[in-house]
């Protein structure tokens, strides 16, 4: 941790940090075609949403692990805003560089592959100090006294951040049509499974201790069948909103969830891992 | 991370577990009905015209191809056929990335003759499997 020579400077060092983790965890889907796409076709109030949907997100990240130390809930939502801003910026810049954005661009075509690509970056903005920079004291101590409805938190943060990441592409529709509803089950019993040893059994840094005196199944129902269901939220509103739910029988809506169920619930594990 | 020694359970950790395993069984629930019940026959077709909206680069016509059959239909080929007065009937087509089993999809063929003074007849060419 750099010495704290005034508060201009830290301001500066967690703004650049910010840019940093913008563009580090967004990159992927910067260089998603899809993306672009959806950018320009996807509805215009399923994106105002979901804009709104992932404030709450970045000022929950960033109440336990923000790229500022704060200690008020105010605070967490300004440095919140700031991390939307920074990934508005970071993503701008990127698509500019890209060429996928420029000047004869269509302004309503720009402003939603912009708007839609700030949502990762923001995320990435949030998550940079936490992972990326060291953390204080103060941080740790919160975190430490973090309780079940911030566990859960996490887990959604965790889930909607990798299902964003591999919702845009045609593959995660395509898995679905080849598998039948017996594949999709097991594929359901493969994800509550792994979720399960990620954050109990595996010997990951981060790995929860199990209390004395609480049995194994209790945790499981307490944590993972709830994180679980939480990942198939996350995947169906995110499949909702990219469209990829339209026209679709039953049958085919809960394989898709459940496809894209497997990444985000190992991100809802993995955050509560990391975070 | 949570490391306390005792565990305080709180009910609405219960609440939670309680909801996480109802929609977790329902799930379960739903793939075990549709595998036993679900029949697999090939993609059964059937277009719909929507609408009809005159443009400058012709008339486009908006259709719907649902999908009655139990396998996806991938690269489904329509083609509109525009019976002309005398001459040869004007013929348009699109392929339709993914028609999935049970669901629908819209798309649009355009004619530069106006479909709805003349008959038109819609017709699934031919699929792919996924």
């Known amino acids: 941790m750099a010495e704290r020579v005034g508060a201009d400077r830290t301001l500066a060092v967690g703004i650049a940090r910010a840019f940093g983790g913008a563009i580090f965890f967004s990159l992927p889907l910067l260089m998603t075609m899809e993306m672009w796409w959806l950018g320009f076709y996807m509805s215009r109030w399923h994106l105002a949403l979901f804009m709104v949907f992932i404030l709450p997100l970045l000022i929950g990240i960033d109440h336990y692990s923000g790229f500022e130390e704060t200690s008020t809930w105010r605070e967490d939502v300004v440095d919140a805003l700031v991390a939307y801003a920074v990934g508005f910026v970071a993503a701008t810049g990127i698509l500019l560089l890209f060429g996928v954005v420029g000047a004869d661009t269509p302004r309503a075509e720009a402003v939603g592959k912009v708007a839609l690509q700030a949502v990762p970056a923001s995320f990435g903005a949030v998550l940079a100090s936490s992972q990326l920079g060291g953390g204080g004291e103060k941080e740790k101590g919160r975190k430490e006294r973090a309780g079940y409805a911030a566990e859960l938190m996490f887990m959604v943060a965790g889930a909607v951040f990798l299902a964003f990441n591999v919702a845009p592409t045609e593959e995660m529709i395509l898995i679905s049509y080849l598998m039948t509803p017996w594949h999709a089950l097991a594929l359901l019993a493969v994800s509550v499974l792994l979720m399960h040893a990620f954050v109990y059994a595996v010997d990951f840094r981060g790995q929860h201790v199990v209390p004395e005196g609480t049995p194994p199944w209790s945790l499981f129902l307490r944590y993972t069948v709830p994180g679980y269901a939480l990942a198939l939220l996350v995947s169906a509103y995110v499949l909702w909103t990219f469209g990829r739910l339209d026209g679709s029988a039953w049958t085919e809506m ?21 975070l | 991370m949570p490391q306390r020694a005792k565990e305080e359970v709180s009910a609405w950790e219960w609440v939670a577990a309680g909801l996480g395993t109802a929609l977790l069984l329902a799930a379960v629930g739903f793939l ?23 443009g400058p680069g012709g008339y486009v016509v908006e259709f719907t191809a649902r999908n009655e059959g139990g396998t996806t239909a991938a690269g489904l080929l329509v083609e509109g056929e525009l019976q002309g007065g005398s001459g040869p009937p004007e013929t348009s087509e699109v392929t339709i990335d993914f028609v999935p089993a049970e669901g629908e999809r819209k798309a649009g063929l355009v004619f530069a003759a106006d479909p709805r003074r003349h008959p038109l007849r819609l017709r699934a060419k031919g699929y792919d499997e996924p």
């Open chain 1, 254 to 274: 809960v394989k898709h969830i459940i496809v894209l169920g497997f990444p985000a619930s190992l991100g809802a594990a993995a955050a509560r891992l990391i």
């Open chain 2, 32 to 54: 075990v009905h549709q595998g036993l019940t679900l029949e697999d026959g090939p993609p059964h077709i059937v277009l719909q015209v929507d609408s009809v909206h005159p």
